[in-house]
């Protein structure tokens, strides 16, 4: 490993998104002089991937961050909420991946194509929002910019792979038990997931909504610097391994035509445009898989509204939705200089 770039750690390493955080940071070219695979006490001693060699996993402790200038976080808000202060008083900056701090007011809730000038001032913490919303946003970026939103009413399908890779292995299991006939495991979710749709995707509050829709209201809101735009949220959890979908009706303030809409997303940091229907060409979650881009299709005009438009948005939510974002991040910290040298 080059001894040139930064020393670097990932917590949650062994899991869905920590696995491939370091995957990202490998294929970026992220300038790494050290890495640590940090986990809990029962992934001690196993191995993953860099750079052609075998990192071997680390207990996480309050020791793990010195000499660490940068630590990307994937263990939950819990883990989180103990340990990335920890990271940040030892001079390391964190961009954590987990709720803890999204929106807590002085930490940047960030996606490089949409808001990377709020990393400036950055108080050691930075948090990766949710994957849902970082896809929409990304999409709405060019429409927020040029007639400004005014509501949002999204529906979501979302890939078993955001819960995690247990429900990654429980819809693989239903469908072969289906399949064959046999009973069905159930573990992770309350339903059985194989050939069904959840509308219930994190606790349900006094509201009726869930966690999972609350997260896209009140992060868009955050990233956007918009307490004005209305946003209806429905998330759904689909038997679809990876990729979140999305159907998006946005109403915006000033008119906003389909084409002219096109034309933005087009040219849009991080977007790619597949809207051919004639041709059977939308987005899909099968082709977003693997990929870091944003996908958008399906551009019409809302005729319910005066100034509506509706799209359908695609991205990998392992990718895009978590691990790709927060190397984005980490690559924007070191182009403005905001990486700290312990």
Known sequence: ???????????????????????????????????????SSRSVG?????????????ELTERSFDGVQLALFSAGATVSRRF????ARAGCVVVDNSSAFRMEPHIPLVVPEVNPN???????????????????VVALKPIQDAARIKRIVVTTFQAVSGTGQKAVFELEAQVQALLQGR??????????????????????????????????VNETRKIFEDASIQVCATTVRVPVYYGHSESVAVETHQPLSVQEARDL?????????????????????LNAAGRDETFVGRLRKDFSVENGLVMWIVADNIRKGA???????????????????P
């Open 265 to 285: 997303l087009k040219k849009a940091s991080g977007v790619v445009v597949v809207d051919d229907p004639a041709q059977n060409e939308y987005p899909m979650p």
């Open 84 to 87: 990335a202060p920890m990271a």
């Open 183 to 216: 009973p069905l495991p159930r573990a992770v979710y309350p339903h059985q997931i194989a050939f069904n749709c959840l509308p219930h995707i994190g606790a349900f509050l006094p509201t009726g909504y869930t966690e999972e829709e609350m997260k896209m």
């Open 323 to 341: 691990a790709t974002n927060a190397v984005q991040i980490a690559e924007i910290l070191v182009k403005q200089g905001l990486l700290r040298v």
């Open 118 to 136: 709020a990393l400036q001032g950055h108080p050691g913490i930075i948090a990766n929002p949710n994957c849902s919303t970082i896809q929409m």
């Open 1 to 39: 490993m080059s001894e040139q770039g930064y020393r670097v750690a990932v917590v949650g390493a062994t899991g869905a998104v920590g696995t491939m955080m370091i995957k990202v940071l490998e294929e970026r070219n992220f300038p790494v002089a050290s890495i640590k695979a940090l986990a």
């Open 46 to 58: 196993k191995k993953v991937p860099f750079r052609g060699k075998m990192i071997t996993v680390e």
